[in-house]
């Protein structure tokens, strides 16, 4: 039973142009939702996070947007630069009880120059 | 730097042996998580320490066991290993100041032959 959902392994997107990454969840217990990059041979790093009570949150370059209803959650990028080629979990959480997190499997996305 | 230390970064053994793997917490972190990531698949959450005591349990075997000591550090011991368990192990911590953000190690890669 996969609660968090990624349906793209992989992404391939023009330097400079936008990312869009996308997550969907099951669970309606979650109210808190996280992005995390990896690099290989590093741990996950995190890099932004959305609560329920929220539609969307800005840090930068990264936008995370939260729709509740159709419990879906996409990070975008812009713009993409090469260091962002990377492998992209999302995950989510209950901010009451357990803070364990769930992940998804994971996008790669790959920035071309 | 997330603040978080694995050791060791890889680890080869033979199955039906038994190994420790040690994660320091960030400075003032109380909380502590362990993963495993198998074939870069998501993370899969395996249990929670809060404090010294254990907070959460997740799909972890028998044959795994955690514990977290006064110091805030953490063990995550692997027993009786099949091949199955080769997998990437992280640690992650997280303080009450952060909410349900967690900061991850950069891993140990477990090889079971």
């Known amino acids: 039973d996969q609660q968090v959902k990624q349906n793209s392994p992989s992404l391939s997107v023009q330097e400079g142009r936008i990312s869009i990454l996308n997550c969907d969840y099951t669970?309606?217990?979650?109210?808190?939702f996280l992005w995390y990059k990896k690099y290989p041979a590093e741990g996950p790093t995190f890099l932004i996070s959305?609560?329920?009570?929220?539609d969307k949150n800005e840090d930068g370059r990264f936008t995370v947007f939260l729709n509740k209803s159709a419990k879906h959650l996409s990070l975008h990028i812009v713009p993409s630069q090469p260091g962002d080629s990377a492998v992209y979990f999302c995950?989510?959480?209950?901010?009451?009880?357990?803070?364990?997190?769930?992940f998804g499997q994971g996008t790669r996305l790959t920035i071309n120059p | 730097d997330s603040g978080v230390t694995q050791t060791p970064k890889h680890l080869i053994t033979a199955t039906g042996q038994r190994v420790t793997l040690r994660c320091s917490p960030r400075?003032?972190?109380?909380?502590v998580y362990w993963y495993q990531q198998s074939l870069d698949q998501g993370l899969q959450f395996l249990i929670q320490?809060?404090?010294?005591?254990?907070?959460a349990k997740g799909n972890i075997l028998e044959r795994f066991s955690a514990q977290q000591f006064p110091d805030l550090h953490s063990e995550l011991n692997l027993s009786s290993l099949e091949l199955g368990d080769s997998a990437l192990y992280f640690c992650?911590?997280?303080?009450?100041?952060?909410?349900?953000?967690?900061?991850f190690g950069a891993g140990t890669r477990l090889s079971v032959l």
């Open positions: 992650a911590s997280s303080g009450a100041s952060q909410g349900n953000i967690q900061y």
């Open positions: 995950a989510a959480s209950a901010i009451q009880g357990a803070q364990k997190l769930v």
């Open positions: 320490y809060y404090n010294g005591e254990e907070r």
């Open positions: 669970n309606s217990m979650f109210d808190y």
């Open positions: 959305i609560s329920s009570i929220k």
């Open positions: 400075s003032g972190d109380l909380s």
